[in-house]
């Protein structure tokens, strides 16, 4: 069983900056971000593998988004920048020994609790 426990979030105008962390209990091959907005499915944002070399991100945060990975500490990261209010969300973490980073919320086994990502205009 691994623990996921998110933090970073926060209230900021569209155009800021904000980085999440995300630290597990474990170590797994495949650790991801995503976001569910009041009345919306749960979205998938960025992926990493274990090596942290391999990376997939969702086209709506491209280039504004970048998701990094500690393995000595178990910890991923989504710094984001340039920030608006559609990325407005409780983002989540997720984690699972998948062979692939898969965009799917139902293939990872492990999920944190959310941090809450606001962004006014």
């Known amino acids: 069983q691994v623990q996921l426990v998110e933090s970073g979030g926060g209230s900021v105008q569209a155009g800021a900056s904000l980085r999440l962390s995300c630290v597990a209990s474990?170590?797994?091959?495949?650790m991801a971000w995503f976001r569910q907005a009041p009345g919306q499915e749960r979205e998938f944002v960025a992926g990493?593998?274990?090596?942290?070399?391999?990376?997939y991100y969702t086209d709506s945060v491209k280039d504004r988004f970048t998701i990094s990975r500690d393995n000595a500490t178990n910890t991923i990261y989504l710094q984001m920048t340039s920030l608006k209010p559609e990325d407005t969300a409780i983002y989540f973490c997720?984690?699972?020994?998948?062979?692939?980073?898969?965009?799917?919320?139902?293939?990872?086994?492990?999920w944190g609790q959310g941090t809450q990502v606001t962004v006014s205009s």
């Open positions: 474990g170590r797994t091959y495949v």
């Open positions: 990493i593998w274990w090596s942290g070399r391999d990376t």
């Open positions: 997720a984690a699972d020994n998948i062979i692939t980073i898969d965009s799917i919320p139902t293939r990872y086994g492990y």
